[in-house]
């Protein structure tokens, strides 16, 4: 992909390096340290199943990916730069991802009164986290 042009994602290269080895360790270490009977094989299941669900719900990584770019905006600047959502579904993501910790609502002392929303810095977290995966999927393989 051409955005993998920049020379701002050469360190993900080296950061993909050397923490796939810390992870397949810490990985390796709880399978052969925890017992994975059948309740916890459904448990793990589901709470990887529950952060797909999130992470491909329609609209939640627009809003996200929206509220990186311009540092802050309202529920109608947000409508606008996602056209098709409707105001229901636009509500209902916002308090999901509130509730969730990824984003901050803040009640303007204006008149009348009007709400910013941003990233809180978990939101933050989970955008730059997010970019290093979405670069290690989208890269050509090097190893063959």
């Not at 360190?11 to 916890?40: A, G, M, N, Q, Y």
């Not at 984003?103 to 290093?132: A, C, M, W």
Request: glycine share 4%.
């Amino acid at each position: 992909m051409e955005i993998f042009k920049f020379n701002e994602f050469k360190p993900f290269k080296e950061i993909i390096k050397t923490s796939r080895p810390i992870i397949r360790k810490v990985l390796d270490k709880h399978f052969t340290e925890t017992i994975h009977d059948e309740t916890r094989k459904i448990d793990e299941i589901r709470f990887f199943l529950n952060i797909f669900k999130f992470v491909t719900k329609k609209w939640n990584v627009e809003i996200l990916y929206e509220l990186e770019i311009h540092n802050g905006l309202t529920f109608n600047d947000i409508t606008r730069h996602l056209e098709k959502i409707s105001s229901r579904s636009l509500s209902d993501c916002l308090k999901q991802l509130q509730k969730l910790g990824l984003i901050s609502r803040t009640v303007q002392d204006t008149h009348p009164p009007s709400v910013l929303y941003d990233l809180s810095n978990k939101g933050k977290g989970f955008v730059e986290l997010s970019l290093i995966l979405i670069y290690y999927l989208a890269r050509k393989s090097e190893e063959g």
